[in-house]
């Protein structure tokens, strides 16, 4: 795993909670694996947690002949040659997540900003996708960027590919950046085209690198993962296959924990005065018992003046958009704490446990336990 990474610092976080409470393990963390991979074919070790993000590590994989556990999405035709285990974060609601957060900001235009793809892990690919096909479902398409060259050799050349995209895109639009770092560039590519974020372009990452999202200007929107999950589950795992307790291959995949929303997508771009006026009280008061009624005496019109207005803009009712907020703070309160499901729906604004379900079971197809 890569220690100058946060994404692999909070896996190898959570990999060490479970050896302290499950394991009597010596642990070996690699800062640059695949510069050691002549050691590494060589090493004497039961098993390896590994980052398939690599080309050269997953080719030396079959020459080690312990069990091994990949952190990372990969192509099925590349897991059926390796045959190992896997654990990976669920980058189809990841996007999912992060073109909802957008969309219901009443943008019309929508954009990704990704990678040139470098190594066999397919989470870019799967976050854009995932990303564009949910923006189809808002009734929107989705403009992609993916660049010809690689960060790393060529910051330059990448970042004027990167402005000359930015500048053609209509505005306002709503951005996903495939991750915090990239969403950098994008804040950046930004600045050097005097283009105002979040009112022209509102921006949201993916990984919550808290450093990274509060450094930029703006402070960088962004959807934290569990990544420690992800590094417990793999150890959990690794252990099974080691003590003959798990003889198949598994594929485990781990829900993001939440949405942290700063500067730059905290946007309400609606023609409309009055439904931006409503959804920003929505957003501050969704968690009290609140009605349409109440909203409408609040920014000062009748209940079915207002209803009309929603509909005709955004499409779905005042009481579609408060059920939205509180299934957002649902969510985030069922992926990142241990509370009762009683307690999430009084928290979330929801009448009850049961009621918030039913809610979950038609918006999601699933009940929030499945969630967690």
Known sequence: MNLGNVYDRGIIRGITKYVHSNGRWQLYVEEDPADKLSVFTAWSGEGLIVDLDDRRIAKAIPQFAGKVVGIGCLAPQVLRTLDISTVKTDDQMIAEWAADHLAEKGLEHFAYCGMRLRGLDQWDAVRRESFCRRILRHGQECSVFTGRQHLSQHWGSMLKE??????KLPKPVGLMAC???QGRYVLEGCRQLDIRVPQDVAVIGVDNDELMCELAIPPLSSIAQHTEQIGFRAAQLLDELMAGRQRRCVHLTVSPACVVTRQSSDIVALDDEVVSRAIEFIRDHSTELLGVPEIAHQVGVSQSTLEKRFKALLGHTVHDELQKRRLDIARRL???????????????????????????????????????
């Open 334 to 372: 069922l992926t990142s704490s241990k509370l009762s499901l009683q307690v999430i729906a009084e928290r979330s604004g929801f009448r009850s446990a049961h009621y918030m379900s039913a809610v979950f079971q038609r918006e999601f197809g699933y009940p929030p336990g499945k969630l967690r």
């Open 179 to 181: 991750n915090d770092s």
């Open 162 to 167: 990167l402005t000359e995209w930015l500048e």
